[in-house]
């Protein structure tokens, strides 16, 4: 069997590089101006914290199904997890930018506007820090379990500590499904504190896990190309693809259903959110259902291209891309309509530059945490049959 | 119409796998492969070319899409234009979840349909029966006797545990 995946050189150095890059781009921003800084960063350490996140979601669904497809390349999702204090801390430091992102937090906004004060038992700033702090907390003991049960693994019988954490699994879904739509409601959806929608964190949901996925695939084919994963084939190519298809559809399915109900309706305190982006962010708007789901749907239809590896790779960077604009829609409008700082920035080569920058970290990350331990599962029970997978 | 055939009888579909593979490799071809259960590479291993379903899929689910859309604004627009809630009477949102299941409907029928068709599958047919144990726990490998010599199979497929090759009359169409 391989050892361990190597993190040094090229990789290693590019990926320091390019935290820096995020650094500086981010300074840029706030240099630009207060609220496009602290709204670029929101984006920044809310997108991170997603990508990341998505990996207990995977490790604790693998789990309750005895899922074998994930195995072969489970060290990914593992080793992503380990970013999740970073994430944590990432998410920390945009509470010193809430009087800039949430309208909510100034006293006097509130009291002259009835229906914040009627919301102010919810959205009250100790309560908000609480809860996010709470979350935080809890993905990070999610993954630092995950962590456990992977090392007993190794130590001992696969199958029984797969059987006695069962329970943890199944639990955990639910506890992700909660928090993640506790903190897609307070740390996206508050920024427009006016406007609501039951089904956002849904749509969140649905966002992390096609980004997340994306992430995976482009590591598995990267690590691929390097020599290592010697057991992944075409077969476990094609599942990935299926997975970025299928979840695009998902996003767009619950895209369209927060649309069209609010377009019917025609409520004004509903349409307000979509009135916004048409008015200064139309072509944005639209261009991010282009790449998130007529892109990956049309790309990836055949089977031929959900076993290319080049396709894939293709697909999952542009949808990491796309998310990341998804996420950026979904902040930005309000805070620059509310502070009229239309004219300073938008979604361009800077925030691109974060992107970038923000994977470099990212990547620094991840790859220390998969270099610190043996690359392939072979102590998992469903590491046999997720090496010989058919399609 | 009863019909003579090579057949090979497995009790593993591992051995199976391999010589079906073995047999590909030197050119014996296979008339089908009976099995309990569907195993995994033996598509590969028969040299099955790509079923042409998902293209049906397809033209099914772009003709479903195109009839939902031109029926709703037909209906909508055209034949008896309807103002709901001063919306433009081709409004796209609006057609979504119609265009959305048809598209579906179609796909998973005709889907349906043309597997059952190709496959020559309808009520009452009766199962073709190369061993009287292949629903059971025997993996058939069965071959048209004027395309393979008994010979010739029985060398092949002993080899990789097979545990009985012989000559077996099939009645077709029972």
Same mark, same amino acid.
């Not at chain 1, 204090?85 to 906004?109: K, Q, R, V």
């Not at chain 1, 970038?356 to 970290?361: I, N, R, S």
């Not at chain 2, 809630?85 to 998973?108: M, N, Q, R």
């Given at each position: ?391 | ?79 008896? !234009? ?5 919306? !433009? ?33 309808? !009520?009452?047919?009766? !199962? ?47």
């Amino acid at each position: 069997m391989e050892g361990n995946f190597v993190f040094e050189g090229k990789l290693k150095q590019i990926s320091i590089v390019l935290s820096l890059l995020a650094v500086i781009a981010l300074g840029v921003s706030f240099g630009m101006n207060h609220y496009v800084g602290w709204v670029d960063y929101l984006v920044f350490a809310l997108y991170f914290t997603t990508v990341s996140v998505s990996s207990i979601f995977f490790l604790s669904l693998a789990g309750v199904l005895q899922a074998s497809w994930l195995t072969p390349y489970k060290r990914i999702p593992e080793a992503m997890s380990g970013f999740l204090p970073y994430a944590a801390g990432l998410m920390l430091i945009s509470i010193a930018g809430m009087g800039a992102n949430y309208e909510w937090t100034h006293a006097d906004i509130v009291q002259n506007d009835p229906i914040l004060s009627a919301k102010v038992a919810w959205l009250n700033t100790p309560r908000f820090v609480g809860t996010m702090a709470f979350i935080l907390i809890v993905w990070n003991l999610i993954a630092l379990r995950h962590k456990k049960v992977s090392e007993m693994m190794d130590g001992s019988n696969g199958a029984e500590v797969a059987r006695k954490n069962m329970g943890f699994f199944a639990v955990s879904i639910l506890v992700f499904a909660l928090t993640i739509s506790c903190a897609a409601f307070d740390w996206i959806m508050s920024v427009e504190p006016h406007w609501f929608s039951t089904i956002f964190g849904v749509y969140i949901f649905a966002g992390t896990f096609v980004s997340g996925m994306a992430f995976i695939t482009l590591t598995v084919i990267t690590l691929k190309e390097q020599g290592y994963l010697k057991n992944v084939n075409e077969n476990h190519l094609h599942d990935l693809g299926k997975w970025m298809f299928g979840m695009s559809v998902f996003w767009a399915y619950i895209w369209i259903s927060q649309y069209l109900l609010i377009w019917y309706a025609n409520v004004p305190e509903e349409t307000e959110y979509y009135v916004l982006r048409h008015h200064h962010w139309n072509g944005l708007f639209f261009f991010n259902v282009v790449i998130n789901f007529v892109f990956p749907f049309f790309v990836l239809m055949t089977r031929k291209a959900k076993r290319n590896a080049t396709v894939l790779k293709t697909v999952a960077a542009v949808l990491l891309v796309g998310h990341f604009l998804d996420m950026y829609i979904m902040v930005a409008p309000k805070i620059f309509h509310h502070h009229d700082v239309h004219h300073v920035s938008g979604f361009g080569v800077v925030q691109i530059l974060q992107l970038l920058g923000g994977f470099g970290f990212f990547i620094f990350i991840v790859g220390r945490a998969l270099s610190k331990r043996k690359l392939e599962v072979t102590s998992d029970p469903t590491y046999a049959e997720g090496a010989h997978l058919h399609q | 119409m009863k019909k003579d055939f090579v057949v090979a009888i497995f009790d593993d579909e591992e051995k199976l796998l391999s010589g079906a593979f073995k047999a590909r490799d030197k050119n014996m071809e296979i008339y089908d492969v009976y099995t309990p259960f569907p195993v995994h590479g033996l598509d590969d291993a028969m040299g099955i070319k790509r079923s042409f379903l998902p293209y049906v899929t397809f033209l099914a689910g772009a003709a479903g899409l195109t009839l939902a859309v031109s029926y709703q604004v037909w209906t909508m627009a055209i034949d008896w !234009p309807i103002n709901v809630g001063g919306k !433009p009477f081709i409004s796209w949102p609006a057609f979504v979840p119609i265009s959305f299941e048809l598209t579906v409907l179609f796909a998973a029928h005709t889907t349906v349909a043309a597997f059952l068709v190709y496959n020559k599958l309808f !009520p009452g047919k009766n !199962p073709v029966i190369m061993h009287p144990e292949q629903t059971c726990n025997k993996f058939v490998v069965a071959m048209e006797k004027d395309k393979v010599s008994l010979e010739d199979a029985k060398a092949l497929f002993s080899e990789h545990g097979a545990l009985e090759v012989k000559i077996q009359n099939v009645d077709m169409n029972p």
